[in-house]
């Protein structure tokens, strides 16, 4: 889910960068008016997050930002570890925010950077860990973008890839069929379904 507010963040200080290693499974953690934002990635494991009556899942492709004056509750279904990291911004915007994203591992790279950042505190660190916290939200930014970007590819191609779900095995589906099926030349076919 893309929130619009997110794309207007303006960072004023990271200020923890924390590790959890394994929260207690099946047991809900309740947080009211949460004191600033947040981004959390599981890096193995899953917690499911409510927020209102929206359930949303928080593993190792699915980070997700909590504003500052949130209240939600979350609950661990599979153990393990999640990384958090704390910072504060001018916005007063109080949405959550939910990513769906193809690879994690710029988010822990910045990760590891911000918390190094923050434990040696040379000069200059608040920047560094600004700038890689910037590098985290651009790349969600973007990841949520590509998803939006080809709805009506999608709606073209949506009876082949109905066909191909229900009939995997048959070894008759080839590309004039599929072709047929979303009305369109094969050579078309080919070059939309990439």
């Not at 570890?81 to 007063?92: K, L, P, Q």
Request: proline share 3%.
């Amino acid at each position: 889910m893309f929130i619009h507010s997110v794309t207007d963040l303006a960072i004023n200080k990271v200020f923890s960068a924390n590790r959890l290693l394994n929260s207690p499974v099946g047991i809900t953690t309740h947080r009211n008016d949460r004191e600033g934002w947040a981004i959390v990635l599981k890096i193995k494991g899953k917690t499911i997050y409510t927020v209102g009556n929206k359930k949303v899942l928080s593993d190792n492709l699915h980070p997700v930002i909590l504003p500052k004056g949130c209240s939600y509750s979350w609950k661990c279904i599979e153990p393990g570890e999640c990384i958090i990291i704390e910072f504060e911004v001018e916005n007063t915007e109080t949405t959550f925010t939910s990513f769906e994203i193809k690879d994690n591992s710029l988010l822990i790279n910045n990760f590891s950077k911000i918390e190094k950042s923050l434990s040696t505190k040379k000069k200059c660190f608040r920047l560094e860990c600004n700038y890689y916290l910037y590098e985290i939200l651009l790349f969600l930014l973007k990841s949520a973008n590509q998803e939006h970007q080809h709805p009506k590819k999608y709606s073209a191609l949506k009876p082949a890839i109905k066909y191909i779900t229900g009939n995997y095995s048959d070894s008759n589906i080839n590309n004039e069929l599929l072709a047929e099926l979303c009305a369109m030349s094969t050579v078309y076919f080919r070059k939309t379904f990439v």
